[in-house]
């Protein structure tokens, strides 16, 4: 055994490349639309009619027979609550 012996390379194995496995893809749910409640509509309350004050309805009367080309608030406000309505003439308003 004379000289060096060269030392036999080993042959590498080749590696199986695994495949990969494809992941499956999820089918998203559908969410499912809510129905809308309706709405129950409130009753509205009826308003209360307020008594008219019989003094002031006097002025308002005596206002419009004695004065109509002045403007009607102005006068409520001017005349005093006790004013007697004039007697009408001719029964015409």
């Known amino acids: ?10 042959k590498k ?3 199986k490349k ?3 496995k494809k992941k499956k893809k999820k ?3 559908k969410k499912k639309k ?10 509205k309350k009826k308003k209360k009619k307020k008594k008219k004050n019989p003094e002031r309805l006097k ?5 419009t027979t004695c004065f109509p080309n002045i403007k009607l608030i102005h006068l ?4 005093p609550m006790k004013a007697e309505r004039p007697p009408l ?3 015409s308003r």
């Not at 055994?1 to 080993?10: A, C, D, N, S, V």
């Open 1 to 10: 055994m004379t000289g060096h012996k060269k030392k036999k390379k080993k």
């Open 13 to 15: 194995k080749k590696k």
């Open 18 to 20: 695994k495949k990969k």
């Open 27 to 29: 089918k998203k749910k």
């Open 34 to 43: 809510k129905k809308k409640k309706k709405k129950k509509k409130k009753k």
């Open 59 to 63: 002025a308002f009367l005596f206002s």
């Open 76 to 79: 409520l406000q001017m005349l």
């Open 89 to 91: 003439r001719n029964h």
